[in-house]
């Protein structure tokens, strides 16, 4: 509208705009792009698996090293081969850490499943829990907003893969009536949490259940990572147990804020 | 491992048209995919639009992303997304897609600007120059990036897609507002992008 014109700021603006300009390329190729379209998905996407598989392989150098210098499998750290099918198990209750119960981890993690049908999902169960600023995170806290609720702990490794992906989402979708809270599980509580975040700060809400009476309403935390999605009615839209696929989290994410 | 009984269902039913859902890897079952399907509605053609709208789309998230073969991949992840999300299709098409690309086109310029801080490792794997690294480097581009990123991403949709070309009216389908207000909200995103620019950078020109 003309009222609304500044012809400075347009020209200032659009000056540097233009700096996005692509430079001369061929025309993208339609045919390639079906082509690709009807390609499996993972091997569309070049990047991603590639940073995955170096983070992984990150961990399974690091757990390969603490083999060799400690000796046989002590317990304390992720099995690598767990965390190259994406979960860990949870340690007996009154440890630290837990032994791998050896499962063989399987070729290939099936699908991301997807949202449940909105009339179908359950009520999330009310918590309140100690968060790492001193106050209590509340299922309450996140009503009206999406909630990515991540089981964590810092003995698991995939735990550990996912948390740039769910930084990543905070990120993003904050502004859109998002939120990320991760729960840590550590019976040790915030002596073991604490230094663990100053060396991996994160950007999204820790809260902490260190007791099975907090453990309690969550339901089953025998394997690790777990994560919900929770919609702005408090419902849980989706639960996946094992390391997130960061595509398939991301579009349900993005469904969920739409509704 | 338990399997929890929230796994099911609408995933698979938003795929609609079960011929095609052969043609996309995530969905293994196409019988289960159509048992609840309404078929009231014509089929979306999906190669259709895809034909009709791909090289435009691709040329858009190049402006933001730089890179022309990662603009023809997310292109192609925006084109998956409309299949999934029948209310994107009929006239609104356009529209959609437009603030879909670039909005996935900033998401990924965002992943990309913090995997290159945080994960150095991973540009050695192919990973490319990173914005940061543009604008360190006098780039204009990396700068102008970089400011985009700091915006609201509406906002930084309507100057992405001006600077595109797209006219008051398409601006007012991407935006999902009315035409007249586009003036306005161009105008304020032309403020707040030159405040944060010349806050980071100074006044360059």
Redesign the interface.
């Given at each position: 509208m003309a009222t609304h014109d500044d012809p400075e700021l347009e020209r200032w603006v659009d000056d540097r705009m233009a700096t996005l300009e692509p430079e001369p390329q061929k025309q993208p190729g339609v045919d390639e792009g079906l082509a690709q379209l009807k390609t499996p998905r993972a091997q569309q996407r070049g990047r991603k698996p590639i940073g995955l598989w170096l983070v992984s392989a990150a961990v399974v150098v690091w757990g390969g090293a603490m083999v060799v210098t400690l000796g046989p499998w002590t317990g304390d750290d992720p099995d690598p081969a767990q965390v190259m099918a994406g979960t860990t198990e949870a340690p007996p209750p009154g440890t630290a850490g837990g032994a791998a119960a050896g499962t063989p981890p399987p070729t290939r993690r099936p699908p991301e499943p997807g949202l449940t049908a909105i009339d179908e999902r359950p009520d999330a169960p009310h918590f309140t829990l100690p968060d790492a600023d001193g106050g209590n995170a509340m299922l309450t806290d996140y009503a009206g907003r999406v909630l990515l609720l991540n089981f964590w702990a810092t003995w698991c490794g995939p735990c550990k893969v996912e948390m740039p992906w769910f930084e990543e989402f905070e990120d993003t979708f904050a502004d859109d009536g998002f939120a990320v809270l991760g729960v840590s599980l550590d019976e040790p509580g915030w002596d073991i949490v604490r230094p663990f975040l100053e060396r991996q700060p994160l950007n999204y809400r820790i809260a902490l259940a260190d007791t099975p009476e907090r453990v309690a309403p969550f339901g089953e935390t025998y394997v690790l990572p777990k994560t919900w999605l929770i919609d702005r009615q408090g419902r849980i839209a989706a639960a996946h147990v094992g390391l997130v696929d960061f595509d398939s989290t991301e579009s349900q994410i993005q469904q969920l804020l739409a509704e | 491992?338990?399997t929890?009984p929230?796994?099911?269902?609408?995933?698979?039913s938003?795929f609609a048209d079960g011929k095609r859902c052969e043609?996309?890897?995530?969905v293994?079952n196409t019988a289960e995919a159509t048992e609840d399907t309404p078929t009231t509605e014509a089929p979306f053609d999906?190669?259709a639009t895809?034909?009709a709208h791909?090289?435009r789309i691709?040329?858009v998230i190049?402006?933001?992303v730089?890179d022309?073969a990662?603009?023809?991949?997310l292109?192609?992840?925006v084109?998956?997304?409309l299949w999934?999300e029948p209310k994107a299709h009929g006239g609104q098409t356009p529209g959609w897609l437009y603030r879909t690309a670039v909005r996935h086109g900033l998401?990924d310029l965002?992943?990309v600007t913090?995997?290159a801080r945080?994960?150095p490792?991973?540009r050695l794997?192919?990973?490319g120059s990173s914005p940061e690294e543009a604008a360190a480097a006098g780039q204009?581009?990396g700068?102008?990036?970089l400011t985009l990123l700091a915006l609201?991403?509406d906002q930084a949709m309507l100057?992405?897609l001006?600077?595109h070309g797209l006219s008051y009216d398409e601006l007012a389908d991407a935006a999902g507002v009315t035409p007249?207000s586009v003036?306005?909200l161009?105008?304020r995103a032309?403020?707040v992008?030159?405040k944060e620019?010349i806050s980071r950078y100074g006044d360059t020109?």
């Open positions: - | 491992m338990s929890h929230l796994s099911s269902g609408l995933y698979l938003q043609d996309v890897s995530m293994s999906l190669d895809l034909r791909y090289p691709t040329r190049a402006r933001v730089k022309p990662r603009s023809e991949e292109a192609v992840d084109f998956v997304r999934r998401d965002r992943r913090r995997r945080y994960e490792l991973l794997a192919g990973g204009e581009h700068r102008v990036r609201r991403r100057l992405v001006r600077g007249s003036g306005t161009l105008r032309r403020e992008f030159r620019y020109r």
